[in-house]
């Protein structure tokens, strides 16, 4: 399953930035997920809730932004969104295109309350 595997590489991500005495005061996580990168959010959280389950990040809230996929056409010099994985420009019809976004599957932000005391 890719949810599965992609929501261990967010809970391996947590383990690397946030030493684990501090793990229980996560309270969101914040990816960026890019329309090519054929994530289905719905299932991404609920695999990030089920390997989190019984783990002191636990009440974490995984937050999915999602990116659409935009091509930039050096042909006509546009910048368009369209179907995910499509390399003609919608605008023109040209193949001379680059993918500008879309393809991003990365952790953005790790949200700890800072409120909590250090240790408990
Ligand atoms: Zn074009």
Redo the contacts with the bound molecule.
């Keep these: 399953m890719h949810e599965l595997s992609i929501a261990q590489s967010i809970v391996d991500i947590i383990g690397q930035y946030v030493p684990q005495q501090d793990r229980h005061t996560v309270r969101s996580v914040k990816v960026r997920i890019g329309d090519l990168a054929g994530v289905v959010p719905d299932s991404l959280s609920f695999c990030f809730s089920a390997i989190t389950s019984g783990t002191p990040i636990a009440e974490a809230i995984l937050e999915i932004e999602h990116v659409p996929y935009v ?1 930039h ?6 910048d ?1 969104t369209t179907e995910p994985g499509l390399a003609i ?6 193949r ?2 680059t993918v500008l976004s879309g393809t991003e599957l990365q952790v953005v932000t790790i949200d700890v309350d800072d409120d909590l005391p250090e240790h408990l």
């Excluded at 056409?73 to 546009?78: E, K, L, M, V």
């Excluded at 420009?89 to 040209?94: D, Q």
Aim: proline residues 6%; charged residues 5%; aromatic residues 0%.
């Design positions: 091509l056409c050096t042909a006509c010099q546009s368009s420009c919608p605008r023109c019809g040209s001379q295109t």
